[in-house]
């Protein structure tokens, strides 16, 4: 079945005043991304960002919860990340645990995984450009809601 829209969710993870993301070198240089990806089927969204984050950045999570929502329209954008439309879910996460710096298998193009101080964003590349939503999300200023079907009750 093909879907008009490509659900991902990813892991917001601060600490001590920096923001831990993935790394990646291509034709372009050197880019950054908060560790996140595609939902599997049979999984939640905040289980995905678990996922993401031990994939991405070699941790363990716990997810907090939802920090912000960002949606891709390619034909709002110039189509400059592709045709798919997608949605992401960003989770507030702490980590748990830690493997190693760079997953057993990155993705294609990853270089590894780095803290970045949330005072230094704007010296990097960051997709999607989120910047100022890290800094408001870190300085308490920024707040999202995520409601779960499962955690309503019956």
């Known amino acids: 079945m093909n879907h008009p829209i490509r659900v991902k969710a990813g892991a917001l993870i601060i600490q001590d005043q920096k923001v831990l993301l993935a ?38 999570v716990i997810v907090a919860n ?34 190693s710096p760079l997953p057993d298998s990155p993705d294609l193009n990853q270089v590894g995984a780095e803290w970045i101080l949330i005072v230094k964003l704007e010296t990097i590349t960051l997709y999607p450009k989120i910047q100022p939503q890290i800094k408001a999300y870190a300085a308490g200023l920024y707040s999202a809601d995520l409601i779960e079907e499962s955690r309503l009750g019956k």
């Open 23 to 60: 790394k990646f070198k291509d034709e372009n240089g050197i880019h950054y991304n908060l560790p996140g990806g595609g939902v599997e089927k049979g999984e939640s969204t905040s289980e995905a960002a678990v996922r993401e984050a031990k994939e991405e950045a070699g941790v363990d």
């Open 66 to 99: 939802l920090a912000f929502i960002y949606e891709y329209a390619p034909h709002q954008n110039d189509y400059i990340f592709g045709n798919t439309p997608n949605l992401s879910l960003f989770f507030d996460c702490r980590i748990s645990g830690m493997d």
